[in-house]
């Protein structure tokens, strides 16, 4: 990991009301993520996610509380900081691309801040190297998902925050672009905060997971113990030469298994979730 990065520890606790067909909600959170590491935020709509990443981002203002990033004080209510988004050292990627319509997928990432190798580097770990020219409207609605993926990854910050990152990607691809966005996670050594209603994706790259209800942290704990539960199965979708590919909870899972198990398998064939296979998946 790149040792710069690991000083990055993140400290917030933050209240802010949020108002719906029902009311005011309050939402309260607090917590301490390690760096390197990564945390989901998973719950309903409406339960506080996509606020908890603008509050950090210093998109939306807390109504109370405080946010420190290592050394540095991003939000204190009391003593009335509150850094500007632009001097806070983050990558965003929002549920709507909000792309630069003019602008180049290549010029999208080299404005923010990639060098021309970095930002076709980024571009081919996206699967968008045959697209660097084009502009945004000359893209589907899922290639402009993974180019402000990339555009978020061209800042090189300690913090990463995702909102449903890949939820306009197929099964195949998805996963694809979840073992390179880990890759470069150990790379870089960036802390990342994803918000998503997809389990699977949960599993798979997340160390912790933070379920919300109404503006509240309802559990805490890894994915496997907060959302799966035991030894939860899964159904077989597709079995390459060295891998399968799993349905669990409208998600999907890469699955390395031992060569002993693959003859055994066949598509729809339930397959249990075992602690040691979905260790695999998060490799």
């Known amino acids: 990991m790149n040792p710069s990065a690991m000083t990055h520890v993140l400290e917030f606790e933050l209240t802010k009301t949020l108002h719906g067909a029902n009311g005011g909600l309050p939402l309260a959170i607090a917590g301490r993520i390690e760096a390197g590491q990564t945390l989901a935020l998973f719950g309903p709509s409406g339960s506080g996610k996509t606020t908890v990443l603008r509050m950090l981002a210093g998109l939306t203002p807390p109504d109370a509380g405080r946010i420190t990033i290592g050394n540095a004080l991003w939000f204190d209510a009391d003593r009335h900081v509150d850094r500007p988004t632009e001097h806070r050292l983050i990558g965003m990627q929002f549920q709507q691309a909000a792309l630069f319509p003019n602008m180049p997928a290549l010029t999208q990432l080299e404005f923010a801040g990639a060098t021309p190798a970095e930002a076709m580097e980024l571009l081919e770990r996206v699967e968008l190297e045959g697209f660097a020219r084009r502009k945004p409207a000359a893209l589907s609605g ?142």
């Open 142 to 283: 899922g290639q402009q998902q993974r180019l402000a993926l990339a555009r978020a990854l061209a800042r090189r910050a300690p913090l990463l925050l995702l909102d449903e990152p890949l939820s306009a990607q197929d099964a195949a691809l998805r996963v694809r672009v979840q073992d390179r966005l880990r890759d470069l996670q150990r790379e870089r050594g960036f802390t990342l905060i994803v918000a998503s209603h997809d389990v699977a994706e949960i599993v798979r790259i997340a160390d912790e997971v933070w379920q919300l209800d109404a503006g509240r942290v309802v559990t805490r704990g890894t994915p496997t113990a907060v959302l799966l539960g035991g030894h939860p199965v899964g159904i077989v979708l597709t079995i390459e030469h060295d891998h399968v590919l799993v349905s669990i909870g409208g998600g999907v899972l890469r699955l390395q298994l031992a060569a002993a198990e693959m003859p055994t398998l066949f598509a729809g064939a339930p397959l249990e979730l075992t602690p040691q296979r979905l260790a695999a998946a998060q490799r």
